[in-house]
Antibody, heavy 122, light 107 residues
C-alpha cells in the first residue's frame, strides 16, 4: 500500500515562499495521478492542484494559479508544491493524496498523507 | 466551477440510527462523486467513489446513491466510530470541489 508523508510546512511571512514535499513509500507512485488538498483552520477541504503521471497535465484552483506550482520526481517518488507570494488565506494544513484515475474517469482520492501545516503571518 | 451543497451541515443522532446526508451539485456530474470521512486532526478517508462503489475495507453499513445532481450517503446503523465530518467531492471537472461538510455528532 502506498504511504504518503508530507514535509516542508512552517511559518512564513506574507509574500514569502515555501516548498512542500510528499514522499511516497511504494513503487506504484509512478503510475498515479497526485493532488494537493488543503484545509484552513476550522474549515472544510479545498482541492488545490493535481498532476498526472508524466507531468504533462497540471491543474490548479483559481486562487493559486500563477503563485503555486505542482511538480513531481518519479525517480524519487516525490510530489512537490512550490508556493510563492503566500497570503494569509493560504494558511492551512496541506495534504497530498493519490488520485484514482481510469482514463477518462477520475474516481476519488484513496491514499492521503498526514498533512503539513502552513501558517502565513507577520 | 461546480458547486456542491451538503445538507444538513450538522446532524445529531443516536447509536444505531440510520442517517442520510445529501449532496447536490450545481450542474450534472454523472456519477463522478466521492464521499470522505474525516475525524478531528486526521486526514480524510475515502468511503465511496463513483457515487455508489464502496471503497475496499469500508464497512457495508455505508452506502451511496445518486447520479446527475443529487446524491446521498447513508449509514444504516450508526456505530461509535462513525461520529465524524463527512464531505462529498465532485471529480467530473476541474476544479475538483468539495461540499462544505456535514458534522455528525452523538445525541
Amino acid at each position: 500500500e502506498v504511504q504518503l508523508v508530507e514535509s516542508g510546512g512552517g511559518l512564513v511571512q506574507p509574500g514569502g515562499s515555501l516548498r512542500l514535499s510528499c514522499a511516497a513509500s511504494e513503487i506504484t507512485f509512478t503510475d498515479s495521478y497526485m493532488s494537493w488538498v488543503r484545509q484552513a483552520p476550522g474549515k472544510g477541504l479545498e482541492w488545490v492542484a493535481s498532476i498526472n503521471q508524466d507531468r504533462s497535465e497540471k491543474y490548479y484552483m483559481d486562487s493559486v494559479k500563477g503563485r503555486f506550482t505542482i511538480s513531481r520526481d518519479n525517480g524519487k517518488k516525490s510530489l512537490y508544491l512550490q508556493m510563492n507570494s503566500l497570503r494569509a488565506e493560504d494558511t492551512a494544513v496541506y495534504y497530498c493524496a493519490r488520485v484514482i484515475v481510469v482514463i477518462p474517469v477520475t474516481y476519488g482520492m484513496d491514499v492521503w498523507g498526514q498533512g503539513t501545516t502552513v501558517t502565513v503571518s507577520s | 466551477d461546480i458547486q456542491l451543497t451538503q445538507s444538513p451541515s450538522f446532524l445529531s443522532a443516536y447509536l444505531g440510527d440510520r442517517v442520510t446526508v445529501t449532496c447536490r451539485a450545481s450542474q450534472g456530474i454523472s456519477s463522478n462523486l466521492a464521499w470522505y470521512q474525516q475525524k478531528p486532526g486526521k486526514a480524510p478517508k475515502l468511503l465511496i467513489y463513483a457515487a455508489s462503489t464502496l471503497q475496499s475495507g469500508v464497512p457495508s453499513r455505508f452506502s451511496g446513491s445518486g447520479s446527475g445532481t443529487e446524491f446521498t450517503l447513508t449509514i444504516s446503523s450508526l456505530q461509535p466510530e462513525d461520529f465524524a465530518t463527512y464531505y462529498c467531492q465532485q471529480l467530473y471537472s476541474y476544479p475538483f470541489t468539495f461540499g462544505q461538510g456535514t458534522r455528525l455528532e452523538i445525541k
